[in-house]
């Protein structure tokens, strides 16, 4: 007898029942739900009324559901909105195609938030869009890191050029003053030519002063090393300056300070730093003219600034003292607030400023090894901070060496490419009743201290060309000749060296014939000093 066997239908694998299509709404709703990135539907045409956002979006927004749906996303833009972004995204709707782009939106609150938009249109069967879909997401965070990289590589490139100008400045000024110095000499030695020769020196030497000031402020926003480092506590800075800063704000503007106690210390150029928060106080008084409530914070305070906000702010993670000045001025549009550093910038309208004052507290902030940055609203005043690095020892250091008398009539070398330059140094030296032999190169030098020695002191040019700049000139002739003293020049801040600290004595240009002839005086001492102590 014939049986008929009829076996049970096997069941389907799991992962068939799980791409069941009616299963498939269900699990999306769920993806899109409890998705991280904004997503929304909108009308294609008739002005484009959302009709589904999801929470992500309310989250990112700020807003209700019921506050968003009907309506146009432009809700979303705000007075700093790119008008081009604006249009490309209209443009790209009436054409119906895809579309991706970064545009600044604003919550609920009135807050921004930089948001990466991409929209596509939902197409039918025969092509035609039924509706609108974006997803976007919030990349603030990487915008601001991506703008302060863009600010601090701008920001050094101008450095470097104004450090650039500033030291043909300061050639210039060199050639000018010991020229006036010279001819001074001549016009006091001769009664027969008139007094008022004198006073046009005097007025030659005020613009020299005024432009030497300029070039200090150019260089410090070059970010040279500062001059003279010293560990110190900015509670005590501030307390020192609050004088200063109460005269220069005048009476209608309330100054307070608040001091965290147990302040870390900072190893910093005192004369910089106060130069710095006097220039910002100004800036603060300039902006809060005419406003009825008239006031400046500066606060004071410990800081530990985490790998992230130092990846932002292009310093190294660790502990800082935050100086935060805060005022109740008229503020400043975004599109000023990236500008302010720039040097020259200056929003204080024609003859009113140089625009070197705030350039310049940013240049002390980043050669101390910190940074400065600004944040301010139209009319909700601004607040400036600087991040100083916290120093590990607050011992002051230093001894001034005892000197003995100079020697008469020494040999000096003096080595300047510029030849308008060495032979002006010539001739100031001479009248100061030295011997001096020139040359415009390190080689030239080498072979001359070498061939027409022995010389007593070599006075060099740091920035020269060839493979030689002065430090490595001053560094091979007293490895050669140990007797021999250096004296270095520069029209840059601080020394040039790119492998360490000078160690030789360095002068600043422009100087006055007088201090010349006092730092040769200085350098041969202390050379006479060091020989006598090692022949005892």
């Given at each position: 007898?014939?049986?008929?066997?009829?076996?049970?239908?096997?069941?389907?694998p799991?992962?068939?029942?799980a791409?069941?299509?009616?299963?498939?709404?269900?699990?999306?709703a769920?993806?899109?739900?409890?998705?991280?990135?904004?997503?929304?539907?909108?009308?294609?045409?008739?002005?484009?009324?959302?009709?589904?956002?999801?929470?992500?979006?309310?989250?990112?927004?700020?807003?209700?559901?019921?506050?968003?749906?009907?309506?146009?996303?432009r809700?979303?833009?705000?007075?700093?909105?790119?008008?081009a972004?604006?249009?490309?995204?209209?443009?790209a709707?009436?054409?119906?195609?895809?579309?991706?782009?970064?545009?600044?939106?604003?919550?609920?609150?009135?807050?921004t938030?930089?948001?990466?938009?991409?929209?596509s249109?939902?197409?039918?069967?025969?092509g035609?869009?039924?509706?609108?879909?974006?997803?976007?997401?919030?990349?603030?965070?990487?915008?601001?890191?991506?703008?302060?990289?863009?600010?601090?590589?701008?920001?050094?490139?101008?450095?470097?050029?104004?450090?650039?100008?500033?030291h043909?400045?300061?050639?210039?000024?060199?050639?000018?003053?010991?020229?006036?110095?010279?001819?001074?000499?001549?016009?006091?030695?001769?009664p027969?030519?008139?007094?008022?020769?004198?006073?046009?020196?005097?007025?030659?030497?005020?613009?020299?002063?005024?432009?030497?000031?300029?070039?200090?402020?150019?260089?410090?926003?070059?970010?040279?090393?500062p001059?003279?480092?010293?560990?110190?506590?900015?509670?005590?800075?501030?307390?020192?300056?609050?004088t200063?800063?109460?005269?220069?704000?005048?009476?209608?503007v309330?100054?307070?300070?608040?001091?965290?106690?147990?302040?870390?210390?900072?190893?910093?150029?005192?004369?910089?730093?106060?130069?710095?928060?006097?220039?910002?106080a100004?800036?603060?008084?300039?902006?809060?003219?005419?406003?009825?409530?008239?006031?400046?914070?500066?606060?004071s305070?410990?800081?530990?600034?985490?790998?992230?906000?130092?990846?932002?702010?292009d310093?190294?993670?660790?502990?800082?003292?935050?100086?935060?000045?805060?005022?109740?001025?008229?503020?400043?549009?975004?599109a000023?607030?990236?500008?302010?550093l720039?040097?020259?910038?200056?929003?204080k309208?024609?003859?009113?400023?140089?625009?070197?004052?705030l350039?310049?507290?940013?240049g002390?902030?980043?050669?101390?090894?910190?940074?400065?940055?600004v944040?301010?609203?139209?009319?909700?005043?601004?607040?400036?901070?600087?991040?100083?690095?916290?120093?590990?020892?607050?011992?002051?250091?230093?001894v001034?060496?005892?000197?003995?008398?100079?020697?008469?009539?020494?040999?000096?070398?003096?080595?300047?490419?510029?030849?308008?330059l060495?032979?002006?140094?010539?001739?100031?030296?001479?009248m100061?009743?030295?011997?001096?032999a020139?040359?415009?190169?390190?080689?030239?030098?080498?072979?001359?201290?070498?061939?027409?020695?022995?010389?007593?002191?070599?006075l060099s040019?740091?920035?020269?060309?060839?493979?030689?700049d002065?430090?490595?000139?001053?560094?091979?002739?007293?490895?050669?000749?140990?007797?021999?003293?250096?004296?270095?020049?520069?029209?840059?801040a601080?020394?040039?060296?790119?492998?360490?600290?000078?160690?030789?004595?360095?002068?600043?240009?422009?100087?006055?014939?007088?201090?010349?002839?006092?730092k040769?005086?200085?350098?041969?001492?202390?050379?006479r000093?060091?020989?006598?102590?090692?022949?005892?």
């Amino acid at each position: 007898m014939n049986r008929s066997v009829v076996e049970p239908e096997s069941e389907p694998p799991a992962s068939t029942a799980a791409c069941d299509p009616a299963f498939a709404p269900e699990i999306f709703a769920r993806i899109v739900e409890q998705s991280s990135v904004g997503m929304v539907v909108a009308a294609a045409g008739s002005d484009n009324p959302v009709l589904y956002v999801n929470d992500a979006f309310l989250r990112m927004s700020g807003h209700a559901r019921e506050e968003v749906l009907g309506r146009n996303c432009r809700f979303l833009q705000g007075p700093d909105t790119d008008p081009a972004a604006v249009a490309d995204i209209a443009a790209a709707i009436r054409e119906d195609r895809e579309f991706v782009t970064e545009i600044l939106n604003y919550r609920k609150d009135g807050s921004t938030f930089w948001n990466l938009l991409h929209i596509s249109p939902v197409r039918e069967a025969d092509g035609s869009a039924s509706c609108l879909f974006g997803y976007q997401r919030d990349v603030t965070r990487r915008k601001e890191m991506e703008d302060a990289l863009q600010q601090c590589l701008r920001l050094e490139a101008l450095g470097k050029l104004t450090g650039g100008i500033a030291h043909e400045f300061n050639n210039l000024l060199q050639v000018i003053g010991t020229t006036l110095d010279i001819l001074e000499v001549d016009v006091m030695q001769s009664p027969e030519l008139s007094s008022r020769s004198l006073r046009h020196f005097a007025s030659c030497r005020d613009a020299i002063d005024r432009v030497d000031v300029l070039t200090s402020q150019l260089q410090t926003f070059a970010r040279g090393r500062p001059g003279s480092a010293t560990p110190l506590s900015v509670n005590t800075l501030l307390e020192n300056l609050r004088t200063v800063l109460s005269r220069s704000l005048g009476e209608q503007v309330q100054l307070t300070l608040l001091k965290e106690e147990d302040l870390w210390w900072c190893s910093i150029d005192p004369v910089l730093a106060e130069t710095a928060l006097l220039n910002v106080a100004i800036n603060a008084r300039d902006a809060m003219l005419g406003r009825g409530d008239q006031s400046l914070v500066i606060t004071s305070r410990n800081r530990h600034v985490e790998v992230h906000e130092a990846r932002m702010r292009d310093i190294a993670a660790g502990r800082y003292v935050a100086i935060e000045l805060e005022d109740s001025g008229c503020g400043m549009p975004r599109a000023i607030l990236g500008r302010v550093l720039d040097p020259f910038f200056s929003t204080k309208g024609e003859g009113k400023g140089v625009g070197l004052g705030l350039s310049m507290a940013y240049g002390f902030a980043r050669q101390s090894g910190g940074t400065l940055f600004v944040e301010s609203q139209e009319d909700k005043g601004t607040r400036i901070t600087f991040l100083l690095p916290v120093c590990e020892s607050a011992e002051p250091s230093g001894v001034e060496d005892e000197r003995d008398a100079a020697p008469s009539q020494p040999r000096v070398l003096v080595v300047d490419d510029r030849e308008d330059l060495a032979f002006l140094m010539q001739e100031a030296l001479s009248m100061g009743g030295y011997h001096v032999a020139t040359a415009h190169d390190a080689e030239s030098a080498l072979a001359m201290l070498q061939q027409d020695g022995p010389f007593d002191l070599l006075l060099s040019d740091i920035v020269m060309p060839g493979a030689r700049d002065g430090v490595a000139l001053a560094r091979d002739a007293v490895r050669r000749f140990p007797h021999l003293s250096v004296l270095l020049m520069t029209g840059h801040a601080g020394g040039e060296s790119g492998d360490g600290p000078i160690e030789f004595d360095v002068l600043a240009k422009p100087f006055r014939q007088p201090e010349l002839l006092a730092k040769v005086q200085s350098a041969l001492e202390a050379s006479r000093g060091r020989s006598a102590q090692g022949g005892r």
